[in-house]
């Protein structure tokens, strides 16, 4: 599955961009969905429908409009949520109801949503690639460097994490994105280590609020259609965190 959906990334990204969008929205509403079903095993109510409406027009927004009909759309739809839960199971649950559906809508759909703006530049289908590409380098410089050094353990709420396991992400990340940013957008070195370092940091935040939201569900993966691996948002945490200042730092610097 996860040759599958990486062969579609790279295939739609540099070949047709509004297909990718469609990849990237499937990706993001399995993951939407897995979300909302370990909410329901806490008798937490967010409604599918809405959220993933949502989802598909905070897309169309960012790609067509820009950030400000993103945040005009994500906003609309909050609302929706809010006054959606108005028609459900009375008054008694609304806050925690509403709070989680505006919560799911925020967390990935709308972090997912800056794909599409990061996307929509003429050189798009390259920044995307570095955002990817330096994330990925967090996850596979802080496994291997978590195996073979590991020793330090960073927090409770992730004992496999270490900080000889963040070093070799953020190792990882700099020399990823300094290769990358030098080579495809032709930008500085210290651009490029800059991405990267703060890469490492936030896809190590993106795993670790994973992992408080799984603690708190009482639940070990939000789903299983990745053998081994758990769901699609348990492969998208550390990607929708590093996503907005990934976008932000590309676009200040190129």
Do not use: N
């Amino acid at each position: 599955m996860g040759v599958v959906l990486g062969a579609l990334v790279l295939g739609t990204l540099y070949t047709v961009k509004e297909l990718f969008l469609v990849v990237v929205v499937g990706a993001v509403g399995v993951g939407t969905v897995e979300l909302t079903r370990a909410f329901a095993t806490r008798d937490i109510k967010v409604p599918v429908a809405p959220v993933l409406a949502g989802l598909v027009a905070m897309q169309v927004a960012a790609y067509w409009g820009g950030a400000v009909w993103l945040l005009a759309a994500f906003a609309g739809f909050a609302l929706v949520l809010l006054i959606w839960r108005m028609f459900g199971d009375g008054t008694d649950g609304y806050v925690r109801d509403a709070s989680a559906s505006v919560f799911t809508l925020f967390y990935p759909c709308m972090l997912a949503s800056f794909v599409p703006l990061l996307l929509k530049p003429d050189d798009g289908d390259h920044r995307v690639l570095i955002f990817i590409a330096v994330t990925i380098a967090s996850d596979i410089g802080g496994y291997v460097a978590g195996v073979l050094f590991g020793r330090h353990q960073m927090t409770v709420i992730s004992p496999k994490k270490t900080w000889e396991g963040l070093a070799g992400s953020v190792v990882a990340c700099v020399a990823v994105g300094g290769w990358l940013v030098t080579w495809l957008l032709g930008g500085e070195l210290w651009q490029g280590a800059l991405i990267g370092g703060l890469a490492a940091a936030l896809a190590t935040a993106g795993d670790l609020i994973e992992s408080m939201i799984k603690r708190d569900l009482g639940i070990k993966d939000l789903g299983t259609i990745l053998p081994g691996h758990g769901g699609l948002m348990d492969r998208l945490d550390s990607l929708v965190t590093v996503l907005v200042p990934a976008w932000l730092l590309m676009t200040v610097f190129f």
